[in-house]
Every structure is written in structure tokens, then in C-alpha cells.
């Protein structure tokens, strides 16, 4: 396999360019997102209400202390088990705190493991339009957000951006390398069984935001 | 007529007939309905978005080579592999020797059209690799050795209850209440074995955007991530349809995408992968593999008529629409794409004389038209199939003669009001003979399954010419 056929490429390339070098009708101009998308007033809100909707788990806190009870609250509510923290200055602290009652493994020192219980990683931002979690593979890795059951998220309210092509355009400034990019809304679902909504297909059950304003 | 066009004949009176099958359809139906209607809702204006996906699936075909090489090129920058396949056996070609040399054991799948299209799991199978599907619905229709019956919800013609059953007999777990959500417990149980044990996730892709190299993947359960997560080698393979020009293009497709699939307002898991894992990074796979897929897309292309076809996103909007896929359900049409989409795309890519008839499947409703996202005319193209299924030879003797005096009828009042009369009186004799629904009513097709036509008294022409002007 390591001889690719350059054949192939060069076969379908010509088809493609032979077929496009007709002539074609002047493009349609461009609708604006503006005309496409209702205006978003409150960010925040909007988040808010979006979240609620797609079942994810919003604490609002007003400093770190608030943030510590909070973390300290949700982990009370986890099966006994590891949680997975991504290795990151910010979160030190609040590793600091699930160490008391639990395992930490850091993703500095590797993947999740499946019986992991927990992961609490930051994001790079919040998406009104849709209630989302903008994160990449340097949020704690790929598996931080889809291994465990339960998904916890730290974040402040100034990094709530109002639509997806505002959390697009961070992802070209914010993470320029990370092999991997997504938006996540709401726990992982299916609704395959006779169209009826089940949490926690293959991923989280759980996905839990602290928001710290 | 071919076989295919017999065995759609006799499934589809099978089905239509099916009462257990017609109620999951519309119950399954209704809720598509009312979740799509809920989510068009929250758009300012669904058309103008539709316009806008339309406009930028367009730009991505018009300019196809120079956005396939761009993106091949960040790919392989990135140290990722590109191989281009002509066709089904090219592709799977490559990704056998690709899991032989590395010594593949295991492979997981998610969700993918085209490789249900390539055949690519019975390819691995045949070395001895075992494949899972990852997605629930394609778990479940593998376990019964069926293909998917819908491209979005593949089990949906299921019932919890057969579902519970198939669990029991094939993977030993007993779900008595057939709960679905302990139902869902259980298939995840099974496939985290797979993902943890798998070498290789294959995985499709939604999007494959140019200006970045990246594979938009859109997945609701998670098994799309944990595919591109887990192993320790990538393999996407893609349709070279799937390009669109620039990352920013998601902040409509995205959205767009999932409400015309489901009426969610974007799908769970959204999500860009650019490479393999980086430096750096805890985990994800060692190596990406990108497998282009042609199969008769440059054929589509090279039509001016059918290059519209192309801009399809497989979002299933159009089978859920489709009167004729509501009475038959997916798997009567035998074709790996059912519903308007696939009575299009089947016929092109896989042959007009064998597969020419599913463009009849079809009454010209045209609902499929107004909810398509990406503005394809697919009654057009159907009327396109046609014409070109009859000009290549499809056609009987008896239909061409009953056609041609068709023709010479309705080209005179007069002769048209003779044959009508004709007509008329011809019917109440097969009628009043009783002879309905045999072979010898001209009229059997409708009548084999029907109580007879109450025959008017009068022609429309005569009624009109009392009554219409009042």
C-alpha cells in the first residue's frame, strides 16, 4: 500500500476538470447569515435557554470558592471512581479539590481510561446560538469529552460567543494546532429505538458547566 | 423488466399491505415531522438558508479539482495519507492491505453511505477482520444481516420489542421490559469492548472542507468520536462530493444539516479533525487516512443535467417526505440510497436498464423538492431518468403502441371524446361481467387490490359544458 496509484487521482482530476471547463450560469450572490438567523440580543441568556433545552447542565457561580462548593457538589452526585483532568494552570485548584475523595489522572500522564468516571477539562468557548461547548484536543485530549459518563466543563461567562461562525472564526485564532476541533451540545443521545430519546448512547449521560462570572 | 424491478414490484405490495410496518413508519414519521417542523421554526428564514447551502454546495462542485488538491495538500502537510479510488474496489482495496499490513485485527465503524455503497465491511471481513458498526441503527441492522433502512435512522423499521429479541438471541443480554434506554445500555456495553479492542475506526465524513484540511464529522451518540478517538489508525473515506470550500461555511451546513435530518438545531457531536495526534496530545490515532471515492460522481458531474445531484448532503429529508417511501419503506427498494435521493443517484451511478424503474417510484408530488436543504430538483431529475431509461430501450412494444395511440387520441376533441366514450362503456361491460380485477379489466392494476370504479354517467368534458361556467 505504500505505492500509491497516482493513476487514480490524475483519472479522476482530468474527469472533473474536463467536466467543469463548461461553461457555467453566474453564481447566486450570497444570502447573509443575518437573513438566515434570528438576531441574539442576550448571549447569555440564549445560552442559558439553549442549554436547558439540550438537557445540558449549567451551574453559575460568582468566584472561586462558589466554583469549589459547586465541583464539590456535582462530584457527590458521580459514582465512586477516577476522574481525568486536563492539565491545565486553571485547573489546579479545582484538581486540588477531587483529590480529596478521588483519584486525579492528568492527561499529561496519559489517555482516559474507560472506568474513568469523570473528566473536567476547560473549553475555548460557549456558543449561545445553540448551547454549545467549543473544544479541542487541547482541552484534555479527544477521549476527556466523550470517554467518561460524565463530562464536567469550566468556564467563565466572558467566553460565551454569540453564533457558531463567531466560535469558527476562534477556532482559527484559538487553536491553530490541536489535531481535533469540535462543538459539543448536550450529552451524547440516540433516538434509534422507535424514535425515542435516550442520554448517554456512547458518550456522557452527563454534560455539566461551570460558569464562572 | 429487470430483477430488481420485479422484486420492488412484489416487496412493495408486501409492504404496503404490512400493517405492523405501515404503523412504526408513520409513527416514526410524525415525530420527524413535528421535531422538523420545530426546528425549521427557529430559522429567520429556512429558505434563504436553503439557498445558502444550496449556493455553497454548488461553489464547492463548480470548483471541484482546484478544492480537492488544496485539501489533499493541508492534509498531507499534516503528515495524513490521501489515496484516490475510481471506483468501490479501488477503495477497498486499499484500506484491506492497509489493515493487513498493520496487522488489523478489529475494526469499528461509524455511520457511513458510501461505505455501505463500496461494500467495504464485507471486503475486511473476507481477510478475517471483524468489523462493528458503531452507530446503534447500523448495530442493530447488522446483527440481523440486513442494510440500513433509512441513511439516518437505519433501524427504524424496528420495534423495541424485535430489538430486545435480537439482543437476547445475539448478544446474550436480556432486556425483558425492552426499555429503551437499558436497551441502549446494552449495545453500549458491547461496543466499548469493540472500541477499546479495535486497531482501525473507520469513519465517513459530512464535510470535507478545503481551506483548512479538515473532515467534518456530525454525530448525535458519540460513536463517531470515539471511531476517531480510540484506535490507533483513522480511516476516512469520502465521497470527493463532499467538499466545500471554507470552514465558515459550517456556521449555516451545520445547523441546516441537522434540522433538515432530524430538526435538531446542530447535531451533538460537531466536530473537525486536521490530522492524526499531534505532539503534545494525551491520545487519538497514530496515523489519518483519507480514501477519496469517485464511483461514478465524475459521471454525474460530467452531465450538465445530473451535476446537481452532487450537492446532496444525505441528511434523509427527502425519504421522510416521500409518499411512496412512507407505503414501502427502505429496503423494498433494494438499492443501497432508498427514497427520491436514491431512485435518482441509484439508476445513474449503477445502471439505467437494471435499476431505471425506481424513477417511477414516484407520483411527481414534489414534496421532495420543497424540503431538499441544498435545493436539488429531484422530480426533475426523475423526469430526466425516464426519459432516459425509454431512449435506451426500456420500454415494451404493447406501452410504446398504447403510448402512440395515446398520443393520436388526445391530439383531437373529437378522437378524445370517442375514446372516452368508449372507455366508459368498455368499463361497464368488464364491470357488469364481473370481470374487475381480472386480466381481462384494463384497469387491473388499480383494481387487482381495489373495489371497482364507480363509472360517471357522463364524461368531465359534458359535466363542465352543464355545470362549470354556472
Known sequence: METVKTSARENI?????????????????????EAIFPPISDPRQRFLDECAGNLTEVFQTSDSAGTAATLAAILSTVPAGDVYVQDAEELRPLAAIILQSRQVLLSSEGAPAERTQASLTLAHGFVAQTGSILTSSACGGRGASIVPPCHIVYGHGEQIVPDIAAALDRVRSAVPGASYVGLITGSSRTADIEKILVQGAHGPRRLVVILEN | M????????????VKSAD????????????????????????FADWEAARTRCAAIKAEGIANLAQHLTEFERRILERGGRVHWAENAEQANNYVVDLARARNVKTVVKSKSMVTEEIHL???????????????????????RNEPPYHIVTPAMHLTRRQIADLFRDKLGENVEDADPGRLVAAARVALRRAFFSAEMGISGANFLVADTGMIALSTNEGNGR????????????????????????LAALWPVLATAGTGQPITTYSTLIRSARVAGEPDGPQELHVVLVDNGRTDLLANPETEEVLKCIRCGACLNICPIFRQVGGHTYGSIYPGPIGSVYTPRTAGLSEWGHLSYACSLCTACKGVCPVKIDLPKQLLLSRRDFIATGNVTPTERAGFAGFRWAVASARRFRLMGWMGRKALAVVNA??????????????????SPMKLPKQSFRAWWGENGNG
Open chain 2, 433 to 450: 361481467l364481473g370481470l374487475s380485477g381480472t386480466a381481462l379489466d384494463p384497469m387491473s392494476v388499480w383494481t387487482k387490490y381495489r
Open chain 2, 226 to 249: 470515539l471511531t476517531t478517538s480510540i484506535p490507533r489508525i483513522h480511516v476516512v473515506v469520502a465521497g470527493i462530493e463532499k467538499i466545500i470550500p471554507r470552514m465558515s461555511d
Open chain 2, 2 to 13: 429487470s430483477t430488481a424491478s420485479q422484486e420492488f414490484l412484489r416487496r412493495a405490495v
Open chain 1, 13 to 33: 482530476l482530468a474527469r472533473i476538470v474536463k467536466a467543469n471547463a463548461r461553461p457555467r450560469l453566474v453564481p447566486l450572490p450570497v444570502v447573509p447569515l
Open chain 2, 121 to 143: 465491511a464485507g471486503a475486511l471481513e473476507k481477510i478475517g477482520v471483524t468489523v462493528w458498526e458503531t452507530d446503534l441503527g447500523e448495530f442493530i441492522v447488522q446483527l
Open chain 2, 19 to 42: 400493517l405492523e410496518h405501515r404503523a412504526i413508519i408513520q409513527r416514526g414519521m410524525a415525530s420527524y415531522d413535528a421535531a422538523a417542523a420545530k426546528g425549521r421554526s427557529r
